[in-house]
């Protein structure tokens, strides 16, 4: 989904927030880490993929075949 798709729906408000939690295999120590990211989208399997897409960004030793999924939920605050 590109900027203006994604501009377009937060006006329509139609994005929710979720809540996604990724496991990531790590080449040299064989370790595996969880990282958690909370993004807005449309439905959970575009917040997987949006959630991935940071991942990458921010670490750069991350390759895709890296990361996978271990929990997304929708985020709803309770006030």
């Given at each position: 989904m590109?900027?203006?798709e994604k501009q377009f729906q937060r006006a329509l408000g139609t994005f929710d927030r979720y809540i996604v939690i990724l496991n990531i295999k790590r080449r040299d120590t064989k370790s595996?880490?969880?990282e958690t990211r909370v993004v807005e989208a449309g439905n959970e399997h575009d917040a997987f993929e949006e959630a991935v897409q940071r991942c990458m960004e921010e670490t750069n030793t991350v390759r895709r075949d890296q990361i996978t999924l271990r929990n997304c939920y929708k985020w709803e605050p309770k006030f």
């Open positions: 590109n900027e203006k595996l880490l969880r």
